[in-house]
């Protein structure tokens, strides 16, 4: 590719709206445009690019997994989403409209049950199982505060993927290969990652794994062990149990639990004084959709007392209609891990991927049944696999960039190589950058020609911005048979002889 002929609006200037590295320089190096402030992002010609790059990678690694590839409707029937429960409980991030017949529609932001509905039509017995399907599509939620650019925008490009079993035992096997998939996908991207236990959240099953990217710009609280691979999201992090006396004093915290159909009650949680409540885990004690704080309380529905209270905590201190214990505590920095009794930590992370053990859970509620090798007809198991392809760009440059710039991974870059004509006047300059150009593209390395009539100083500035892994800038230097060869991460310059940088650069790639 030419530069000359190459739609990328590079600026100077920081978007207004924008704080993280990833939002400034993918905006500044003209990667993506911001459509109207409102969580919206339109990829420019290399933005797709990289787009498409990662998403091969994703591709790639799924395929070799035995992972089929599909296209369903972006647009879902809301009836779907009635079918199985989840049309009130995911709340107002679905955004909902009804066509000119006056059904109810949905943009989907996830499609466990669309897939659900393909398979329920297509898959009868149990000899067409095991069965992964995946796409990579768009998605939308209708974020409350998006933000962070393309890390938490309404629109994004996702994978999702969703396999169907004929036991428990073999979702299980694939819920396994479908970790070790992920962890390859992020390692061939260049990515310092985490894989952490997590609470399942609005997609349900009774286990899944989140894949972090570390980045101190992470939204995510992660809980890791310093002297084991354990980590956890800090919503479902769990540490030794701590022993309490009779002594110990106590804290009771009121709170209104929401459930569908606009059931309420009143929750009394009993915790230690010092440790501080973990909300999720409190609304799972109870089954709630949401907790909300209320005036302190006398007399309670439900009380639930942390669990590692045990007799320290009378509960006919209490009134409350009913009782139970869990674990609803905060694990904080310095606890002991639950493996190997290494002590705990807090660090940051970017969720890019997320895998769940789903059970039953859709198949019961959308009726996707297939007949055993008894002839029964019993619902199947399922596993549901998404990775956030748009917000890995997101999550790469969080990891990879310095103050001048991106940097892109070898797997994620828009070009592998940039040649800069320093002056475009210099015909000496000119045909070794072309030679250069025509010999590596024929070699099928991908590269930039920054042919631009234009001075030194605003190309260099554009290469040090868009971050591809290397360059060639033939300059003044040629005049004593020399060119430099230059290294994105870190700006290392080496001096090549212009005699042998062609056998240098085939050396390289």
């Keep these: 590719m030419r530069f000359s002929r190459l739609l990328i609006p590079t600026t100077k200037e920081t978007p207004n709206d924008a704080t993280l590295a990833s939002h400034i320089y993918l905006i500044r190096a003209g990667y993506i445009q911001s459509v109207g402030g409102s969580g919206l992002y339109n990829f420019l010609p290399l933005g797709k690019k990289i787009l498409d790059k990662v ?5 790639d690694e799924l395929d070799k997994a035995g992972c089929q590839e599909v296209a369903l409707s972006f647009v879902t029937p809301a ?6 429960g989840r049309l009130e409980k995911y709340g107002k991030e679905l955004l909902r409209f009804k066509d000119r017949k006056n ?5 989907g932001p996830t499609h466990e049950e669309m897939m659900v509905n393909m398979v329920r039509q297509t898959v009868k017995s149990y000899k067409q199982l095991p069965l992964n399907l995946y796409q990579i599509n768009l998605k939308f939620r209708d974020e409350i505060r998006p933000r962070f650019g393309i890390m938490r925008s309404r629109e994004f490009l996702m994978k999702d993927g969703y396999s169907f079993h004929a036991s428990t035992e073999d979702m299980q096997r694939e819920f396994a290969l479908m970790e070790e998939t992920y962890k390859k996908i992020f390692t061939r991207l260049g990515l310092a990652f985490r894989v952490v236990e997590a609470d399942s959240g609005a997609i349900g099953g009774s286990g899944s794994k989140e894949f972090m990217v570390l980045a101190d710009s992470g939204e995510d609280t992660i809980v890791v062990c310093n002297d084991c691979e354990y980590g956890a999201n800090i919503e479902a992090a769990v540490a030794k149990p701590k022993a309490y006396d009779v002594q110990t004093e106590v804290k009771t915290l009121s709170m209104k639990a929401l459930y569908d159909e606009g059931k309420t009650a009143t929750v009394g949680f009993v915790l230690p004084v ?16 949401e907790l909300v704080a209320c005036e302190d309380a006398n007399t309670f529905d439900i009380l639930v007392i942390e669990e590692t209270l045990g007799a320290a905590v009378n509960p006919a201190e209490y009134s409350s209609e009913e009782m139970t214990y869990a674990d609803i505590s905060s694990v904080c920095e310095g ?20 895998i769940f053990q789903l059970g039953t859970q859709y198949s019961d509620a959308l009726n996707c049944n297939f007949l055993d090798e008894n002839g029964k007809s019993v619902p199947m198991e399922m596993g549901t696999y998404g990775i956030g392809v748009s917000r890995l ?3 790469i440059i969080e990891q990879n960039h310095d103050d001048k710039g991106c940097i892109w991974t070898k797997e994620s870059a828009p ?21 250069l150009y025509e010999e590596m593209t024929a070699l099928g390395i991908d590269v930039l020609l920054d042919d631009r009539k234009e001075r030194f100083g605003p190309k260099i500035k554009d ?20 060119v430099e060869f230059l290294t994105r991460d870190g700006m290392e310059k080496q001096e090549v002889s212009s005699g042998e940088i062609e056998t240098f650069l085939k050396a390289q790639f």
């Design 55 to 59: 998403r091969a990678v994703v591709k």
């Design 335 to 354: 606890d002991a891990c639950v493996h190997c009794g290494g002590s705990l930590r807090y660090t940051k992370g970017i969720e890019a991927g997320h």
């Design 393 to 395: 760009l997101a999550g």
């Design 463 to 482: 290469y040090e911005l868009m971050g591809v892994p290397h360059a060639v800038v033939i300059g003044k230097k040629l005049a004593d048979g020399l």
């Design 274 to 289: 010092d440790i501080e409540l973990q909300e999720v885990k409190a609304c799972h004690s109870v089954g709630a959709n």
């Design 79 to 84: 009836a779907l989403w009635q079918e199985s």
């Design 415 to 435: 070009f592998d190589l940039q040649i800069i004509v320093s002056n475009i006047k210099d015909e000496a300059q000119v045909a070794l950058g072309e030679k």
């Design 103 to 107: 059904n109810d529609f949905i943009l």
